[in-house]
């Protein structure tokens, strides 16, 4: 009698699960799984050690760029200063500033204008190990260039393969570079070194008491530079002259998580106006980000040294993650603080 019955149950259950749809789902499974493992190994992501955030796994130990970038009205809008990991902006000549970018973690495409050493931007520079692009240069710099062999650098008077001229705009505020054309460069001559950056420390969790809302730094009677807090963006936009600074490209204003502001000594060396600042040494500042503001030290022991930032306790200087703009202003600038409760 058992055999009897086992057949028809058997037939009854190979039907039901066929009307179910079941073989269909073995395929399904392994479509899954196959889903799965591609979504684990598509691109490994590593820590930018320049901006605390995740960059593809093959951008680690390459060396950074860092680009001289124009900052005269003829020069604004600027393109690629919003894809740099950090910027410094310092005073130039005739009290306009000037910027050198950092990119590690990200392209550009468009970066320019382009335009001449100065040898305090070196000190900064160097502080990265990177190759380092300009157009030109004062005599100091060329001078500091020639003594200093390991500074690899592109010098766009001497190069017409990595800049290219945009005829909308006029010389000497129409060169332009990427980072394609540069690493391309450097690739033929040696540069591409493997380098281990180890410049800032990152907090786990950002914290915010979100007081300060706006500011203003006043670098010279005719450029002052603003800063207001975006609670969208959790980042700082940017503002020249009360204008927003926007990227030529994408006609997005420049948003920034970080900003340090650092005073140091400044002054007037020659009648062209060229400056000459104090880099080392010791000095005070200020650390900004998300509605924060925290008085700090700075320290820097050599000109290719690292500085040091610290905070009033001699604590070292934590960032929030995303990219950092440092303001150095002479130590007679103004700094006006707009905080809203």
């Not at 001449?116 to 710099?141: C, K, N, T």
């Not at 998580?257 to 009648?271: A, L, Y």
């Not at 010791?282 to 030290?297: A, E, K, V």
Request: aromatic content about 12%; some cysteine.
């Amino acid at each position: 009698m058992k055999k009897i019955h086992v057949l028809p149950i058997l037939v009854f259950f190979v039907l039901w699960a066929a009307g179910c749809g079941k073989p269909a789902f073995t395929p399904n499974k392994q479509s899954e799984q196959s889903q799965k493992t591609e979504l684990v190994v598509e691109e490994p992501k590593v820590k930018n050690p320049l901006t605390g955030l995740f960059m593809e796994k093959e951008r680690e130990g390459r060396r950074p760029i860092a680009v001289m970038i124009e900052n005269e009205k003829s020069a604004r809008p600027q393109s690629g200063l919003n894809r740099a990991d950090i910027v410094y902006e310092v005073l130039a000549e005739g009290g306009i500033t000037r910027f050198l970018a950092l990119y590690l973690g990200e392209d550009a495409d468009e970066i320019g204008p382009v335009r001449s050493a100065r040898p305090y931007f070196l000190d900064f520079a160097m502080e990265y190990d990177p190759i380092y692009v300009h157009y030109g240069g004062s005599p100091q710099a060329y001078l500091d260039l020639k003594k200093n062999s390991n500074i690899d650098n592109i010098d766009g008077i001497y190069d017409n393969v990595t800049f290219w001229r945009d005829k909308t705009r006029r010389a000497p505020h129409n060169a332009y570079t990427s980072t394609d054309n540069i690493l391309k460069t450097a690739q033929k001559r040696g540069y591409l070194k493997p380098v281990k950056l180890d410049q800032w420390n990152f907090v786990e969790e950002i914290t915010s008491a979100g007081g300060l809302k706006e500011f203003q730094l006043d670098y010279s009677r005719n450029y002052k530079v603003k800063y207001i807090y975006d609670e969208g963006e959790k980042a700082y936009i940017r503002y020249i002259n009360d204008k927003p600074h926007v990227d030529r490209k994408t006609g997005e204003p420049i948003a920034v998580k970080n900003i340090i502001v650092q005073f140091m000594d400044t002054r007037v060396i020659d009648s062209e106006g060229r400056l000459a600042i104090k880099t080392t040494g010791s000095g005070t500042g200020y650390y900004i980000s998300d509605g924060d503001c925290t008085f700090i030290n700075w320290e820097k022991s050599s000109r290719f040294s690292k500085t040091k930032y610290t905070t009033e306790d001699g604590r070292e200087l934590k960032l929030n993650p995303g990219n950092t703009w440092i303001q150095v202003l002479p130590h007679q600038a103004e700094i006006h603080f707009n905080l809203i409760d």
